[in-house]
């Protein structure tokens, strides 16, 4: 049963305009959430998190939306480019908790056109 | 400076013979994970170290698979014997301390025969 969902496995997006991942999760302990960026033949790396305290968190063009009443997360990158193309994760976990994993979404392969 | 290093970077074996990955955490990261990525089951945690100890090995998924940390900036994620379905690729990570940024190396892709 998966915790974190994230139910687009691609979007697509023309350069400029911009792009919005979506991130469910159904459990109610989770109290930090974080987006991983990953190109191919690379290991994902750290993009952007927020803690539960927030409802937003802001980093350049990387925008990072919590929604706790609707267990949802979304990540807006305004404008996009065309190097933003890539797989992104959501992850969640219990902050500080006795176990320190991260539990991953499924990814969503942005494709932004030129 | 060096990211987390894995080796080798891919792997073809045939079923029953043993696999070995190795890690090299980045230097003074006092946490190391071992993840497998499927499309199946996307990307999961199979085992953590805190201070090379193993913490929550849960995510393992069989008596097959076995992992070690026999110091700081050394770990090995072991399959014997390996099966196709093991086929997939392996990511180590580390952290300056288990609730801090995690960051991941290249990942070693597997493809048993």
């Known amino acids: 049963d998966q915790q974190v969902k994230q139910n687009s496995p691609s979007l697509s997006v023309q350069e400029g305009r911009i792009s919005i991942l979506n991130c469910d999760y159904t459990n109610s302990m989770f109290d930090y959430f974080l987006w991983y960026k990953k190109y191919p033949a690379e290991g994902p790396t750290f993009l952007i998190s927020?803690?539960?305290?927030?409802d937003k968190n802001e980093d350049g063009r990387f925008t990072v939306f919590l929604n706790k009443s609707a267990k949802h997360l979304s990540l807006h990158i305004v404008p996009s480019q065309p190097g933003d193309s890539a797989v992104y994760f959501c992850a969640a976990s219990v902050y500080g908790g006795s176990q320190g994993n991260l539990i991953f979404g499924k990814g969503t392969k942005l494709s932004v056109k030129p | 400076d060096a990211g987390v290093i894995q080796s080798p970077r891919h792997e073809v074996t045939e079923m029953g013979q043993e696999v070995t990955l190795r890690c090299k955490p980045i230097s003074g990261h006092n946490s190391l994970f071992w993840y497998r990525q499927t499309m199946m089951r996307g990307l999961e945690l199979l085992i953590y170290f805190n201070n090379n100890v193993p913490i929550d090995d849960s995510g393992m998924p069989e008596d097959r698979f076995s992992a070690k940390m026999p110091n700081a900036s050394f770990s090995t994620l072991k399959i014997q014997p390996s099966e196709p379905r093991d086929s997939a690729v392996y990511f180590c990570a580390s952290s300056l301390a288990y609730i801090e940024t995690q960051y991941f190396g290249p990942g070693t892709r597997l493809l048993v025969l």
């Open positions: 927020i803690s539960s305290i927030k």
